[in-house]
């Protein structure tokens, strides 16, 4: 047991209530993030909505900061959205797509992602193309590497941690060949933030997207967007500007802002961009490092838990795992039995098919139970987790 985890766990309301094992879905807010919340939701109510933006000035520039500190990036790359998906649309409207421009994705690339890039085909005729994974499961990079010389994709975008199984891809391998061949790199780190150290410069992404609900321990309702400096030299700017972005120079001109803001709108909540900010100070006091080396231990635990249950199938497959652990179990109800979880106080999450559809019809399942403990649980929340599953899918089974 971690001697902060007493800590943690009192930081932490609804650790009392229920076990929560849901982080990748979402995760329980620290009482630093909802007090930043509420204190400005209650201004906004006693001065109004702008008057109270501009009190908080200096706390929403901190957010900035925190959240750059986090990525390893200067305040001036960071961008405010509503969601990570707001984010990747954001950027993928920056990209001067011609038909039969490459973009080259993987089989792992979450479902959002996925779905803009075919509307993208469907609309701008791009070319799509999925790398293969290799022998260990994940990305193949060398075959990657090499389609990106042949192919010279506009853009390359990768999940770092997928929603659906514990895969990491190697995303500072991939950032690697990019840069060699010039070709513009997108990730999303919607499940890796807040569980895995991130680094934008050996990352050498141009952009990178986030969103706050997950391992980062956020509220829901918001996101950011990492933009290079390389990528604001070359003027790349979203489709849809709006006021917040760019000024409007005379009837027919504007000018994009300087900086990432550029990739904001003008509506937007500053106190769930001031909660954004107080969880990445939260994650840096307690460090990268000890979180993503406590989740990795407990996810560790659970999977050896639950490795001898009976027609268990682990769907994580990988040479970097991370702490999301998902399994399927044949002829089990799977949302039934993450139901009845909940009836005994045990939030985890259920994926379906739709949200996966090459890597669950690749490995023949049609959904799973996915579990993601992250550092402010118990040793003993993953033992109990691990009882009452056994339990309920050899019930299940009768
Ligand atoms: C890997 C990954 N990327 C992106 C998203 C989308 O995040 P949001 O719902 O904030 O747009 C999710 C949400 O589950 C995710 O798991």
Not at 50 to 76: C, F, H, M, Q
Not at 171 to 186: P, S
Not at 336 to 363: F, H, N, P, S, T
């Amino acid at each position: 047991m971690n001697a902060s985890l007493p800590q943690w766990r009192l930081d932490t309301l609804g650790v009392d209530d229920h076990v929560h094992l849901n982080n990748a879905g979402a995760s329980l807010m620290p009482a630093c993030v909802l007090r930043a919340i509420t204190d400005h939701v209650e201004l906004e109510s006693r001065v109004g909505g702008y008057e109270a933006a501009a009190i908080r000035e200096p706390s929403i520039s901190e957010a900035y900061g925190a959240v750059a500190t986090l990525l390893n990036a200067k305040p001036r790359n960071i961008a405010f959205t509503q969601s990570a998906t707001t984010a990747y649309a954001q950027a993928l409207s920056a990209i001067p797509f011609d038909r039969g421009d490459t973009l080259l994705t993987t089989r792992h690339d979450y479902v959002s992602n996925q779905l803009q890039f075919l509307s993208l085909r469907r609309r701008f005729g791009i070319e799509l193309i999925r790398a293969p994974d290799s022998r260990a499961g994940g990305v193949d990079v060398d075959v990657l590497a090499q389609l990106i010389h042949r192919h010279r994709p506009k853009l390359v975008s990768v999940t770092h941690v997928p929603t659906n199984s514990g895969l990491v891809q190697d995303v500072a391998a991939i950032g690697a060949a990019c840069r060699e061949a010039r070709a513009l790199y997108l990730v999303d780190c919607s499940q890796s933030a807040g569980q895995i150290p991130l680094d934008v410069s050996l990352i050498g992404c141009d952009f990178l997207a986030v969103t706050f609900r997950k391992f980062m321990r956020g509220p829901r309702g918001v996101g950011c967007l990492f933009v290079s400096d390389s990528a604001l030299e070359r003027g790349l700017a979203p489709l849809f500007i709006d006021i917040r972005g760019a000024e409007w120079l005379d009837a027919d001109s504007y000018r994009p802002a300087e900086t990432a803001i550029r990739f904001e709108t003008f509506e937007s909540s500053p106190a769930l961009v001031q909660g954004a900010g107080a969880a990445a100070r939260y994650a840096l006091q307690v460090g990268l490092p000890v979180i993503s080396a406590r989740v990795l231990a407990l996810a560790t635990r659970l999977r050896a838990a639950l490795a001898n249950l009976p027609g268990n199938r682990s769907l994580d497959h990988g040479s970097h795992l991370s702490g999301i652990v998902s399994l399927a179990f044949h002829g089990v109800d799977h949302r039934a039995v993450v139901e009845r979880m909940r009836q005994r106080g045990i939030a985890v999450g259920v994926q379906l098919r739709r949200v996966a559809v090459i890597d669950y019809d690749g490995k023949g399942v049609t959904s799973s139970i996915r579990i993601s403990p992250h550092y402010y649980n118990s040793e003993d929340e993953i033992d109990l987790a691990a009882q009452v599953l056994g339990g309920l899918v050899s019930e299940a089974r009768i």
